[in-house]
């Protein structure tokens, strides 16, 4: 007899109750032929699934009524509702400063955001579990929510993570911060890891510019470049989840490593502040290039400063370089430069797209994130979300009473 080849009904199951919680959620009263239209299945499986859903607390089932357009053999419509409230999750993002933590309801709506820096920049691994600790606790009590409620956190890492949640192990640090380990220690939760620029990924497709594309990259860019990459809908990670690591560029002809936009920003604003002694830039920062800032080289560029204007070409020109590497080896539909970078990085997309074609026959579109410096974390709330979705069969919402334990 022939074993293994077909799908077990459980997973089937699950599959199909994926499908329907996405349909679902934000789209209000749904009746049993509307859900039957948004995915494909059959009323049977729609109806069983449905009441499946409901027993767990998934959904809700309102009164019946008449009207609705939705009878079967004269009876009226059965009525089913996605409920946001019946559980959470927690999207965290570990940077090298500070913790930036978003509760969310099920249908992604962010209950609180909070964001804690660290005391110094190399914090001990102990240290650093505290801060995860309370900002945890202080997220969740200006959510209103309990502890209990939370079904997955999603930890988004400076580091190479594999498609199993596991970081590359010639990352030190995060062998010596085992933050599933600990999380789950600590609070009972269902913890997952990523890659923080894959993050920035989901978030990017889900909430910010590059909602419907499926073939995407989002480059954090502020400090250090690195980059989250969509092919056709679908989060690349490589065998070790190396993929999207930008190591590579200190090959490349005029842009010899990962330092990101602020770092050369501010780089290249002192080299300015040397060279030139009218440049705006002295003003700024008070004549102190210690105290310059890559937000204060954006700003005297678009005040006219020539000495900046000249220092953005250059980032401009560095830029175009490295995403016309990348875009001609994955071929993206789009490139958004994303991180606390973003919002001043809008000025250097002119002068990237007139260059681009210089390094890449398919140059892609160019855009800023809108998301802010909270796109990591946003982005570990979907991630949690997909999580919860996927194994909505398996998880038991803090909506209903938990049962009884055996005898």
């Known amino acids: 007899m022939q074993t293994g080849t077909a799908p077990s009904t459980q997973l089937v199951r699950r599959v199909n109750a994926s499908a329907m919680l996405k349909a679902m959620r934000g789209a209000g009263v749904l ?86 820096p660290f005391r110094t ?20 009590k200006e959510a209103g929510v309990s502890a209990d409620s939370v079904l997955a956190v999603s930890v ?8 199993d949640g596991e970081v590359l192990t010639a990352q030190e640090f995060w062998k010596s911060f085992d933050v599933r380990r600990i999380v789950s220690e600590r609070h009972g939760w269902h913890v997952l890891l990523e890659n923080d620029a894959n993050l920035a990924a989901l978030a990017e497709r889900w909430q910010g510019t590059a909602q419907g594309v499926d073939n995407l990259v989002v480059m954090l860019a502020s400090d250090r470049l690195g980059s989250g990459i969509l092919e056709s809908g679908r989060l690349l990670h490589g065998q070790l989840g190396g993929f999207g690591e930008l190591g590579y560029l200190e090959n490349v002809d005029g842009v010899g490593d990962t330092y990101g936009i602020a770092h050369y920003a501010v780089l290249w604003g002192r080299e300015a502040l040397d060279a030139s002694a009218t440049t705006k830039l002295r ?72 260059q681009m074609p210089e390094f890449t026959f398919t140059p892609p579109r160019l855009a800023t994130s809108t998301l802010g410096d909270g796109i990591v974390s946003l982005g570990a709330v979907r991630h949690a979300l997909d999580y919860v979705e996927d194994h909505a069969l398996d998880l038991y919402p803090a909506s209903l009473p938990k049962p009884a334990a055996a005898g």
């Open 283 to 354: 003003e700024l920062c008070g004549g102190d290039p210690a105290a310059l800032t890559s937000e204060m080289v954006f700003k005297a560029a678009a005040d006219g400063d020539l000495a900046a204007a000249k220092a953005l070409d250059r980032l401009a020109h560095r830029m175009a370089r490295a995403i016309g590497s990348i875009s001609t080896l994955l071929n993206p539909e789009l490139v958004v430069i994303a991180g606390a970078v973003a919002a001043s990085a809008h000025a250097l997309i002119p002068g990237m797209e007139k």
């Open 31 to 116: 009746t049993g032929t509307e859900l039957m239209d948004s995915t494909g299945l059959s009323r049977a499986t729609v109806i069983s699934i449905c009441d499946e859903l409901v027993r767990l607390g998934w959904l809700q089932e309102l009164e019946n009524q008449r009207g609705t357009g939705d009878y079967v053999k004269g009876r009226p419509a059965r009525r089913f509702v996605f409920d946001d409230g019946a559980a959470s999750v927690l999207g965290i993002d570990i940077g090298a400063t500070k913790i930036t933590a978003i509760v969310a309801n099920m249908a992604g709506t962010s209950l609180s955001k909070v964001t804690m």
């Open 121 to 140: 920049y190399n914090v001990p691994a102990d240290e650093r579990a505290d801060v995860l600790d309370r900002i945890a606790a202080e997220a969740l």
């Open 156 to 163: 988004g890492v400076a580091a190479p993570v594999s498609r």
